[in-house]
C-alpha cells in the first residue's frame, strides 16, 4: 500500500509535464523578449524607446551640471567640479583610476603603459600635460568616450567620475609643484628625496 502511495509522488518529482489547469499557460505566456518582433505595437518592435523627455529614477533631483559637466544656458563646459573637493573624494578617484585609467593612461597619467606600448593606432596621451580644458570637459570624455577610448558612464557613477577629474588635476598638480607649494614642515623630507 505504502508502495502505491509513492508513485504519484515519484510521478510529480520527475517532472512529468502534464498540462494541470492554469500550469501550461504559466509556462507559456505572452512576453516581449529583446530584439523580437511583437504585434502589438505598431512598429512591431518588442523594444520600446522611453518617451521623450523620459528622466531615469536614479538620475532624479540631481543636478544637471553634475550629470553632464556643462553649463545649462551655452552648453559649455563647467569649469569646476561641482562636488566639494575633500581628500577623501580625491583618494577614492584615485582607486577608481588606478583601476579604469591607469591601464592605458599610466598611473602616473603620463601615457606610459604596457597597452600604451601596444596601442598602434592611436596611443593613449598623457593626461598630465593637456592643453587647459575645463573640469566639465574631462567629465565629459570620461562620460562620453572619446575617439578610441571607450565611455565610462556605465562603470562609474557622476559622483566617482568627478572623484576621477579631481585626481587627475592631482596628477596634474603634481608635476608642476614647487617647494613653496608644499607645507612647511613636509619640505624637509622632500629635500632628502623620500615621501612627506
Ligand atoms: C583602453 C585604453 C584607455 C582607457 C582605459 C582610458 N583611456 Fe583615455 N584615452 C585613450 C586613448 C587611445 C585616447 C585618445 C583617443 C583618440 O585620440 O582617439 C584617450 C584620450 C583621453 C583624453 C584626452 C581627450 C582629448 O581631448 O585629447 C582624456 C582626458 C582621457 N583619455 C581620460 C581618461 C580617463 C580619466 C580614463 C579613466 C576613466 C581613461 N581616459 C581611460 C585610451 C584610454
Not at 102 to 108: F, M, S
Not at 146 to 157: H, N, S
Amino acid at each position: 500500500m505504502r508502495c502505491l502511495l509513492l508513485i504519484p509522488v515519484a510521478w510529480v518529482l520527475t517532472g512529468c509535464s502534464v498540462d494541470f489547469q492554469g500550469w501550461g499557460g504559466m509556462k507559456q505566456q505572452p512576453k516581449a523578449l529583446p530584439y523580437r518582433e511583437s504585434a502589438f505595437f505598431a512598429d512591431e518592435r518588442a523594444m520600446r524607446q522611453p518617451p521623450v523627455g523620459t528622466v531615469p529614477r536614479d538620475r532624479r533631483g540631481k543636478d544637471r551640471f553634475l550629470l553632464t559637466g556643462k553649463d545649462a544656458p551655452d552648453g559649455g563646459y563647467v569649469d569646476s567640479i561641482p562636488l566639494t573637493v575633500t581628500r577623501e573624494l580625491v583618494e577614492s578617484g584615485g582607486r577608481s583610476f588606478d583601476i579604469y585609467c591607469a591601464t592605458c593612461h599610466g598611473v602616473l597619467g603620463d601615457g606610459v603603459s604596457q597597452v600604451a606600448k601596444n596601442m598602434g593606432l592611436r596611443e593613449p596621451p598623457s593626461l598630465v600635460d593637456m592643453p587647459p580644458y575645463p573640469d566639465g570637459y574631462y567629465y565629459d570624455v570620461i562620460t562620453q568616450g572619446f575617439g578610441l577610448m571607450p565611455a565610462y558612464a556605465e562603470k562609474l557613477t557622476p559622483e566617482q567620475r568627478w572623484a576621477v577629474v579631481a585626481y587627475v588635476r592631482a596628477l596634474q598638480e603634481s608635476q608642476r609643484a614647487r617647494l613653496e607649494d608644499v607645507p612647511p614642515e613636509a619640505r624637509p623630507q622632500l629635500e632628502k628625496g623620500g615621501p612627506p
